[in-house]
């Protein structure tokens, strides 16, 4: 039997096509933010794909995406999650939309995810062990997400837009144009991650990059390094992480928190994010 | 006798024909950043105004202006922001240039302003008070500063990225679109207020504006009511002000920092930013 899984999100649409339990051919498409007929885009992507079964996390469920699949209220296990997915029939496919997970803090204030569920669910599956005891997952991106994992139930988690601001922050006047190598980079991120100790800089620190450029000579390369590392240091600082934890991402993303988390000293495991995410919607076929 | 004096930042130009000690005429203008040819902007600006004798502050000053202007390292006093200023013929007018100011902070990290030490210098010519003993000021804006003036010399400084973020985050995908009242925004910067209080959750606290649109069916206006308050609510605590503060800037930016103020319980007067700017430039044109 074969199936096709994907993730779609803001930005981009990924298609795994499953053949035997294998990944057979890998697509990609525009994200569910840059589509104005979501139905339509899903068509056109899945083009020449013989299967009838689809199963899709991610925005994809959202509001604005092809049906609205519900958020479970933590905590969500596992069979809550799987019971509260959506199927509709699509151009003589049958589709399945992954449920988000919704949170509130002491305060009453709300958080919501919506395809990070699917990858840590996945990450339980492929490792058994970290369903058992209190696991502190993060998952890099545009918002990077803090998950706490209790038994294999998803507790409690709390959202940064870490990756959002550095991409608006990107396109900003901070940095201004100029040369500048890697090796600046990485020191920036040193600086940035430095300077984040004091959690009350972030808007104040993220201008001494610029200022540094125009009184020290330091390159936009440089600066950048400072942005990034004072961001992704204020995420990682404000969660203040007792114990060890789960990365869970693409390499690049990864390397970044891996360095904040090492420099840090908080002791992590990395976990592959498409190799979670299609064991967590081989979850949802499993299950239907 | 009648000059031109000037403001040219970033984002626009405003020139202010003077005519025997009055303002007779206003004119406004692209900003720096704006423009390929700053010389043939400036010209074009003036037109058909026959003063010879202009004078401007701001990112005129900037690399990338009309002419380099230096910056004069904190304590910074008039008598040496005067004297650094930079005189330069242009197409048959005499044109001055207000230097910036610069500081390092304990740690040696760089900050520096380009425009609010006319508008400092200003507001001590036209309250000769705030010239004596220890004063905080604060100059809301794209990059909001907050000095500390000590006997009328410029201290020290600290520059806030608020209102850069907040113009970033309003095209971002945080605020979703939908209808919202004014009072909303109020209700929504009275929650940012309150939740800046934590300096932890800057950029976790912005996510918290869109959760609460999903789930709680707030608007949008309300979100970015949030979004402000969280921003010059962070501000206000990072700086801690123990004592009564100045704020100098236009009606509608003044508000936000005046409720964010009068909220933490922190005294403040009001200065208008033009008034202040005018000043600061005709003490150039007097010591010319």
């Not at 083009?47 to 519900?70: H, K």
């Not at 996945?122 to 502190?136: C, D, Q």
């Not at 600046?184 to 540094?212: H, K, P, Q």
Request: glycine letters at 14%; proline letters at 4%.
């Amino acid at each position: 039997v074969a199936i096709v899984l994907g993730d779609w999100g803001n930005t981009r649409l990924r298609l795994w096509r499953i053949e035997d339990g294998n990944i057979a051919e890998r697509r990609k498409g525009p994200g569910i933010a840059q589509v104005g007929d979501p139905a339509g885009a899903l068509v056109s992507a899945l083009g020449n794909w013989p299967e009838e079964r689809v199963i899709l996390c991610g925005m994809a469920g959202a509001r604005n995406g092809l049906r609205e699949a519900p958020y479970v209220p933590c905590p969500a296990g596992r069979s809550a999650w799987l019971e509260r997915s959506v199927d509709f029939a699509l151009s003589g496919r049958k589709v399945t939309l992954a449920a988000g997970v919704s949170t509130r803090d002491a305060g009453g204030r709300p958080d919501v995810m919506r395809g990070e569920e699917t990858q840590i669910f996945g990450a339980l599956a492929l490792n058994p062990r970290l369903a058992t005891g209190e696991r502190l997952f993060v998952l890099p991106g545009t918002h990077s997400k803090w998950v706490r994992v209790s038994e294999g139930w998803i507790g409690a988690f709390r959202t940064f837009i870490t990756g959002e601001l550095f991409g608006l922050l990107e396109q900003s006047s901070l940095l201004l144009s100029g040369d500048g190598t890697d090796a600046d980079e990485e020191a920036g991120f040193d600086a940035g991650l430095e300077r984040s100790a004091d959690g009350s800089v972030a808007a104040s620190g993220l201008f001494e990059a610029r200022a540094a450029q125009l009184l020290d000579g330091k390159s936009s390369s440089w600066a950048r390094g400072v942005v990034s590392g004072l961001l992704i240091g204020g995420e990682v600082r404000a969660m203040t992480p007792a114990d060890r934890v789960v990365v869970i991402g693409t390499a690049t993303l990864s390397a970044r928190y891996a360095a904040a988390l090492t420099r840090l000293g908080v002791p992590f495991d990395a976990m592959n994010g498409d190799d979670c995410v299609v064991a967590g919607l081989r979850l949802l076929d499993a299950s239907a």
